[in-house]
């Protein structure tokens, strides 16, 4: 099989050597090369950093409104074009191009969180379960049928970086199953997704990430999880603004006001919300790195009568 990958961030990697495996990769598609970091210096993707480890050819086109890029793609003659987080929409004249198909792979039990950010949509939520889902491309947003699907559990104490690492490989077992039926020449038999049960999970900000108080511990303590690595919950902590990389939720009876310090001591700064208190554990102050809220006090002496 003629195969063409079109994946940008870390989570396509997997799915790209699983790809090399089953097929000739003539090509991998890519974004641009952006400007990161301080310095501002131009940085390529990791999609396109394995594809050049592996002698893969590598276009990075801004969009496919010119037909020259559409063209550049048909004389490839894909067999099968494969999405992976690749970071544009794709018009019909460009899935209408491959032999077979177009397919996608999808970090989330769908209908459930079609869109930008269902890893850390998922976690947010509460969310007991979640998965990979390989799907038939077509126009709408993530909404054509599935082709197969995995479901997993998400762990209780499991941080959206986990997921998104652990999502990752399992979306590369995923596809290489279904190359694995295509080249045998097995019908894959899609499902079509219901209308009950579909959820967005728009971009993550940076605005969203800084907890608010009035809210139930529950809450925060999943947005704590979901938010890391990026963009990383940010709380006020009587009068010093930190960064939060790890809390529980408990369920206490305080009747103190949002945001007062219950508790300080080893195990953790207690923190009274809405309903219940969160328990932050591990915490970055500006400018520093991430600590124990144990070696935080020790830097924190206004807190000592709390302890």
């Known amino acids: 099989m003629r195969l063409v990958f079109a994946g940008t961030p870390d989570f396509a990697v997997p799915a790209l050597r699983a790809a090399t495996l089953k097929g000739e990769v003539v090509a991998a598609y890519t974004q641009p090369d952006r400007p990161a970091g301080r310095g501002r210096e131009m940085s390529i993707s990791p999609v396109k950093r394995e594809a050049l480890l592996r002698g893969i050819p590598v276009l990075q086109p801004e969009n496919f409104k010119a037909a020259v890029s559409r063209e550049a793609l048909r004389a490839l003659q894909p067999d099968l074009l494969i999405v992976v987080a690749y970071g544009l929409i794709l018009p019909q004249s460009v899935l209408d191009i491959p ?14 969180w079609r869109g930008a950010a269902p890893i850390q949509r998922a976690i947010e939520a509460g969310d007991r379960e979640t ?6 491309m077509e126009k709408g947003l993530d909404t054509g049928p599935v082709l197969l699907a995995h479901t997993t559990e998400i762990g209780d104490n499991e941080t959206g970086g986990q997921l998104h690492d652990r999502l990752a490989e399992i979306g590369a077992q995923v596809l290489n199953d279904g190359l694995g039926l295509l080249r045998a020449d097995l019908r894959l038999n899609p499902w079509v997704q219901p209308e009950e049960g579909v959820t967005y999970a728009h971009k993550l900000d940076k605005a969203e990430a800084r907890l608010d108080w009035n809210q139930p ?10 938010f890391n690595p990026w963009p990383m919950a940010d709380a006020l902590i009587a009068g010093e603004r930190v960064r939060v990389h790890g809390a529980i939720a408990l369920p206490l009876e305080h009747g103190a006001e949002p945001g007062t310090v219950l508790l300080a001591g080893r195990e953790g700064i207690d923190i009274a919300c809405g309903r219940g208190a969160l328990r932050i554990r591990v915490l970055q102050r500006e400018g520093g790195k991430a600590i124990t809220a144990a070696d935080y006090l020790n830097g924190r002496r206004d807190l000592a009568a709390a302890r």
Do not use: F
Request: hydrophobic share 45%; aromatic share 6%; charged share 10%.
């Open 217 to 226: 511990a529950t809450a925060l303590a999943n947005k704590v999880r979901a």
């Open 99 to 112: 032999t077979y198909s177009c397919w996608n792979l999808h970090a989330s039990l769908l209908p459930r």
């Open 131 to 136: 998965g990979v889902c390989l799907m038939q």
